[in-house]
């Protein structure tokens, strides 16, 4: 199979896609360019598709026919090796940073401690468990899927070679039917007499669930690259056409009157478990898209992108230390006006590690200047945050009369300008009960006017559950403790914070 610079501008476009939504997830912020970068094509993302991408790519080039099996494991093993190397490299970089702003950026440390969490508290622990792939912080997802699908690959293509792609593809789907009883949570007792202290993140996305998108991907590689599928028929084509627009349109809400919404279509299109739904809508989307790519072979080539895409590694690297190193500063001018202008221009670096990942590869640029670009990158953003950081100080939150001692409590801290019915831009996190009864503690945060809303989530969807009646059904509570018998306001909620203070809620 002959290299498709289709493939690599699509891989490039995800890249960007990738890089501007972690951008603002984890600033806490939003953006209009959000209908553009986050599943525009219906209920599938980047990611998945990036995911799949890899897994094609890797099944065609690691199976042809002269490379021994020897080989393959060889330069698969290789590959995998690499990855972990820019895997730890990321993770040095991500630690350091925030050590680093805990001393001199306190109020960049809630936003960051949200996205990896006990760096501070468990700093050797923490690192040693993200090290062996255990511990996954926010945003360092994938390399971890990518470095442990590679070191299978070798066992995969073997068993295509010898005729047995229909067993793997079986045991595949029969693994992703079961992932939810499978998930990962399944290995906390193998790690919990070393990693004790602290409540490991397991990564957003179910390894189980996954591992179908690399498997189909490196399946159909291998079968492009022997020419041995025939996937074009006319009928496939018009069957594909109808279900991607019927998709499309009931994700843009066209057929809402009928009730079907969008969070109808997001319960079965699951993203951390790769939900059937989803999973139909990325298959139709790659059997159309190849059909382009295959008569109009330079339809989908885009310079630009396919300049990224051609080093996706090392670009897939920088965006996630750029995405911490970005975040305080985004986080505090998540309201102004223009922050999505601060968004693109820190996603357009990603053609600067492009740039340098070619010069490197040709020997006319050393270790050195990726360094200085990086202390350059990291010089600039500190400025910036110790420009925009304002006066800082503690906040407690507590809690009274919980009556449920085993459910978890999630506490969410709004900036005035937030919608109260929508996500929170300043901060989230889930907590015990006995700790919230006790007092947890915000240790830095910019003076400013914020309201808090917890509530005990006993359904486990992270979202306030509405009852029939229009009332909340689950124990909940905001600041200053407004009367809950009508839906309350910013301004019933409403607190000045210009220096240390408790918030006492009461369910």
Avoid at 190 to 201: A, I
Avoid at 264 to 283: C, V
Avoid at 366 to 379: A, D, K, N, Q, T
Wanted: proline letters at 4%; a positive charge; glycine letters at 6%.
């Amino acid at each position: 199979m002959k290299r498709i610079a289709a493939l690599d501008s699509i891989r490039g476009l995800l890249l960007l896609l990738m890089t501007i939504n972690h951008l603002i997830w984890i600033s806490g912020g939003y953006s209009v360019i959000q209908n553009v970068t986050l599943q525009p094509l219906g209920q599938c993302g980047a990611a998945e598709c990036f995911v799949f991408i890899s897994g094609l790519l890797a099944g065609a080039i690691y199976s042809r026919e002269s490379l021994t099996n020897t080989e393959t494991i060889t330069k698969a093993w290789h590959r995998a090796f690499s990855i972990y190397r820019y895997h730890i490299g990321c993770l040095l970089i991500v630690f350091a940073w925030i050590l680093i702003a805990a001393y001199l950026l306190p109020s960049a440390l809630p936003i960051l401690e949200h996205s990896a969490q006990n760096v501070l508290e468990n700093p050797f622990k923490t690192l040693i468990a993200s090290v062996v792939l255990v511990n996954q912080p926010n945003y360092f997802d994938i390399l971890p899927l990518y470095i442990i699908f590679m070191l299978l690959l070798p066992a995969l293509i073997m068993a295509y070679r010898k005729g047995l792609g229909w067993a793997v593809v079986s045991i595949s789907i029969i693994l992703w039917i079961f992932s939810k009883e499978l998930n990962t949570t399944i290995l906390l007792p193998l790690f919990s007499f070393v990693f004790s202290s602290f409540k490991l993140q397991l990564g957003y996305f179910n390894l189980f669930a996954w591992q179908l998108l690399f498997v189909g991907g490196s399946t159909l590689g291998f079968m492009l690259q022997n020419k041995t599928l025939r996937w074009q028929h006319p009928a496939l084509t018009v069957i594909a056409v109808i279900i991607a627009t019927g998709l499309f349109a009931a994700h843009y809400g066209v057929f809402s009157d009928y009730g079907i919404q969008r969070w109808m279509l997001s319960s079965y299109a699951d993203k951390p478990e790769l939900g059937w739904l989803r999973t139909l809508n990325i298959t139709v989307w790659v059997y159309l898209i190849a059909i382009i790519i295959q008569r109009y072979p330079n339809a989908l080539h885009i310079k630009a992108l396919s300049y990224i895409g051609r080093h996706s590694l090392r670009v897939f690297s920088w965006q996630v230390v750029i995405v911490y190193l970005s975040a305080p500063l985004l986080h505090n001018l998540r309201l102004e006006l223009y922050y999505t202008l601060l968004i693109i221009a820190f996603a357009a670096t990603l053609w600067i590690a492009a740039l340098l990942s070619e010069k490197l590869n040709t020997h006319t640029v050393s270790r050195l200047h990726w360094v200085s670009g990086f202390s350059v990158m990291l010089s600039f953003i500190m400025l910036g945050n110790i420009v925009s950081t304002e006066g800082v100080s503690p906040l407690t939150i507590k809690v009274t009369n919980i009556n449920d001692p085993k459910t978890s409590v999630l506490v969410l801290v709004y900036d005035e300008k937030d919608d109260l019915t929508q996500y929170p831009s300043v901060y989230s996190n889930a907590y015990s009960p006995q700790k919230l009864a006790q007092g947890v503690t915000i240790s830095a945060l910019p003076s400013g006017n914020y309201a808090v809303l917890v509530f005990q989530d006993n359904d486990g969807d992270y979202n306030l559950t509405i009852g029939n009646n229009g009332m909340p059904i689950e124990r909940f509570g905001y600041s200053n403790n407004p009367p809950l018998d009508t839906p309350v306001s910013m301004e019933q909620a409403k607190f000045a914070h210009r220096g240390p203070q408790t918030q006492t809620i009461n369910f």
